[in-house]
């Protein structure tokens, strides 16, 4: 009986995404309040209360960015630690034969498909434009310093030669290129050679016989670690949105609206579009299943997924329903799941390619091809080091973002609206999940995939 309040209490806790959402409303009713109060009292001639309106935004601007500075804190560790295992947990050689090659094809293909997609879409609808040239220039101005970085990088690359800049890839000094990472001050490709170097330790560590178990569990020591400390920082993110997202509609009122509606309708229309057509392809090509049939087999595993926004939380029911549903092949149901978990987010994929160019647009970040193609290549790489939990994708996102000089700091415009869109892209990194669990089985076992 003693315990029965603690157990209410337990009961009746507010989920995070809600807090979060909550934060979301309150920063935005509390910003456009404050916007429109300091707009009507200086036409009315009281320049203190819009002085009054700038000190409380200048107050809660470096409060919502104490939440950030937590996830760029472990951003390195993270990448290194995640990129790594996902690759060592192809296994050896013998491991890594018809069924991993096949999932790491597959796999590729998809993330592809979906980083070119959504890049595509954000460079034909173009969202961030859809922000007045007056708030644009208010928005640059707030984030000058970071802007003048930016600037500067952008300059950098232009001067050197493509065959340059693909050689800086491969890091001469690992260490040196993790602490330039986030700053830019890296002498090489910063943080696409530090992806570039977890790889090839991933790789290695495969080969491995005697202290492949001692070092895989280093890894996943670090990757724990990383992964408490981001939990401690999502706790502050109801908090850092509200004041993020005052700060942000104090300043801009109601302008900021237009393009984060047209942001989201280019994440939900690339999504769409991967589900719906690029997922039933692939079925039809590789599998004799019928797309509508396997969809309602998965259905189970689909609703699991966007409820908990995490492909690890999914995934027991996702290995049920390839075995019970899609009837395939456990060993190989067993093996491409358990992989895809992590080395297979097709929706983060496409997600972050959408946020990045999305925020560059906003920002006024103009991107040359080849950093374009940066965007592309470092977000499927993102894709096989993001964790399937929820908000894993914020940090690799930042990672993107500062990698091609668009202000870190500028994450905290789409913050409050990630966790719906994480719900989203979840669906589809699972759905991608069973479909290469599909198709793998389904190029050497055809009668098996028979509808």
């Not at 472990?74 to 034969?97: Q, T």
């Not at 879409?121 to 961030?128: A, C, K, M, S, V």
């Not at 009837?327 to 983060?348: C, D, K, S, Y």
Request: aromatic share 8%.
């Amino acid at each position: 009986m003693q315990n029965e309040p603690a157990l209410n209490s337990q009961k009746r806790t507010v989920p995070l995404h809600v807090r979060i959402l909550i934060g979301l409303f309150v920063g935005a009713l509390c910003g456009l309040a404050a916007n429109y109060g300091s707009v009507y009292a200086t036409q009315q001639g009281y320049p203190r209360v819009q002085q009054t309106v700038e000190m409380i935004a200048a107050i809660a601007a470096p409060c919502g960015k104490v939440f950030l500075r937590l996830v760029f804190m472990v951003v390195i560790p993270l990448v290194f630690s995640a990129l790594a295992l996902g690759v060592a947990g192809m296994g050896d050689s013998g491991r890594l034969g018809r069924v991993g090659l096949k999932t790491f094809v597959f796999a590729a293909v998809l993330s592809t498909i979906a980083v070119l997609l959504g890049v595509g879409l954000t460079n034909l609808i173009r969202p961030g434009n859809w922000l007045t040239e007056q708030k644009q220039a208010e928005l640059k101005e707030q984030y000058a310093a970071e802007a003048k970085v930016a600037e500067g990088k952008a300059k950098t690359l232009k001067e050197k030669k493509v065959s340059d800049l693909l050689l800086n890839i491969i890091p001469q000094n690992p260490l040196q290129e993790m602490v330039g990472a986030m700053d830019g001050s890296s002498p090489g490709g910063g943080i696409l050679s530090v992806m570039f170097f977890s790889l090839i330790f991933g790789v290695a560590l495969t080969r491995l016989s005697e202290h492949a178990e001692v070092m895989t569990q280093w890894l996943e020591g670090l990757q724990a670690v990383s992964m408490v400390i981001i939990g401690w920082a999502m706790q502050l993110a109801p908090f850092a949105v509200c004041c993020m997202v005052f700060d942000l509609t104090a300043r801009l009122g109601l302008s900021i609206l237009p393009p984060l509606f047209g942001f989201v309708s280019t994440v939900l229309l690339g999504l769409g579009i991967q589900m719906f057509l690029v997922y039933p392809i692939m079925l039809l090509c590789f599998t004799r299943r019928s797309p509508i049939r396997f969809f309602a087999d998965i259905s189970e595993a689909i609703w699991t997924a966007f409820g908990s926004s995490s492909s690890n939380a999914t995934l027991p029911t996702a290995l049920r329903v390839a075995q019970d549903k899609l009837r395939l092949p456990a060993e190989e149901a067993r093996f491409v799941l358990t992989i895809g978990a992590t080395g297979n987010q097709n929706g983060t994929a496409l997600y972050e390619g959408v946020v990045v160019l999305f925020l560059a647009q906003v920002f006024h970040v103009e991107l040359t091809v080849f950093q374009q193609f940066t965007v592309v290549v470092m977000s499927i790489l993102a894709g096989i080091g993001t964790a399937g939990v929820p908000g894993s994708s914020l940090p690799m996102i930042v990672v993107v973002m500062t990698s091609v000089g668009v202000p870190g700091e500028g994450i905290g415009i789409i913050l409050g609206i990630d966790r719906v869109l994480d719900m989203c892209r979840t669906v589809l990194n699972v759905a991608g999940d069973l479909t290469i669990a599909a198709c793998v089985s389904g190029s050497h076992n055809p009668a098996e995939n028979a509808v």
